[in-house]
Structures are given as structure tokens and as C-alpha cells.
């Protein structure tokens, strides 16, 4: 696993955290990264991405409210969350990935938590 989480925690309802995504063994600048999240009885899916030249792209969900962007010379990838929602409580992950595909194994995640 080349990609770790951190920065998740319990938060209330309108809220803020910031995820980090940090790189080992490999240049985060080559790669498509991803944020992903898997909330308890449903699929992960891809909340935000940034290309290779920082474009980002995200899910309908949580556009205008996180925000995705990359620090190549520390080799992170960050997910800034405001106005968190409960119905983003979950274990969030992050990964490289090409097209679909994601290319390495899942690390153990972060969990975020969002209190009514």
C-alpha cells in the first residue's frame, strides 16, 4: 500500500476536517488520485478526484463543499470537507487510479463521523 489516510475524527453537522493522503514509495505528481468513502452496508465510491495537472472532479454529492488539491513537493493529497453532512460518516480511503481502475491495494481508511 503506497497511499495512507489521516485526519478523520467526530464532527458535528456543519463541520470541517481535512484529510491527508500521503504517498510512500512513489511521486504522487504521476498520478490520477482519488478520494474515496464506504459508508457501513454500502459500496465505496469516488467522492472527489485531481488529474495530473490539478484539475479536479467531483460527486454530485459533495461539490461545492469539499475540495480536493495536491502538494507535489510534499507528496500529499488533501480533501478539505465543510458543511460535513451525517450522510457523510464513513471510512474514507484514497488510491490512484486510471480511468475506473483503481491501481493499488486499499490502505485501512479514515473514519469520519458527522453527528446530527
Known amino acids: 500500500v503506497q497511499l495512507q489516510a489521516s485526519g478523520g475524527g467526530l464532527v458535528q453537522a456543519g463541520g470541517s476536517l481535512r484529510l491527508s493522503c500521503a504517498a510512500s514509495?512513489?511521486?504522487?505528481?504521476?498520478?490520477?488520485i482519488g478520494w474515496y468513502r464506504q459508508a457501513p452496508g454500502k459500496q465505496r465510491e469516488l467522492v472527489a478526484s485531481?488529474?495530473?495537472?490539478?484539475?479536479?472532479n467531483y460527486a454530485d454529492s459533495v461539490e461545492g463543499r469539499f475540495t480536493i488539491s495536491r502538494d507535489n513537493a510534499k507528496n500529499t493529497v488533501y480533501l478539505q470537507m465543510n458543511n460535513l453532512k451525517p450522510e457523510d460518516t464513513a471510512v474514507y480511503y484514497c488510491?490512484?487510479?486510471?480511468?475506473?481502475?483503481?491501481?493499488?491495494?486499499w490502505g485501512q481508511g479514515t473514519l469520519v463521523t458527522v453527528s446530527s
Open positions: 488510491n490512484k487510479k486510471y480511468g475506473p481502475t483503481v491501481l493499488d491495494k
Open positions: 514509495r512513489m511521486f504522487i505528481s504521476k498520478y490520477v
Open positions: 485531481i488529474t495530473i495537472g490539478g484539475s479536479p
